[in-house]
Nanobody, 122 residues
Framework: QVQLVESGGGLVQAGGSLRLSCAAS????????MAWFRQAPGKERQFVAV????????TYGDSVKGRFIISRDNAKNTVYLQMNSLKPEDTAVYYC???????????????WGQGTQVTVSS
């Protein structure tokens, strides 16, 4: 069993930056692919980014490419999402998830955090 806890969300002005963290407990993250998803009110959960177990492979959703960076520190059992050039449309609850494959489909992830709110003001 893996427990995931996100942190780092908050209120930021458009053009600003935030770094989200996802800390794991229960089991080491090093054997899992890790992803970030987000969900805005009234919208479906959206894929943001994923990183494979070693960090050698990453991929991003089209809406965040070139602005967000996913990374991981397996020694600290933590995954990060650096968010730059934030836009009001990035406003959402951000969730981290752990799974066996680095894919964009949310239903393939086994463990989820509780989410952290990111609000970008214009």
């Amino acid at each position: 069993q893996v427990q995931l806890v996100e942190s780092g969300g908050g209120l930021v002005q458009a053009g600003g930056s935030l770094r989200l963290s996802c800390a794991a407990s229960g089991r080491t993250l090093s054997s899992y692919a890790m992803a970030w998803f987000r969900q805005a009110p009234g919208k479906e959960r959206q894929f943001v980014a994923v990183i494979n177990w070693s960090g050698a492979y990453t991929t991003y959703g089209d809406s965040v490419k070139g602005r967000f960076i996913i990374s991981r520190d397996n020694a600290k059992n933590t995954v990060y999402l650096q968010m730059n050039s934030l836009k009001p449309e990035d406003t959402a609850v951000y969730y981290c998830a752990a799974g066996s494959a680095a894919v964009s489909k949310s239903t393939l992830y086994d463990y989820w955090g509780q989410g952290t709110q990111v609000t970008v003001s214009s």
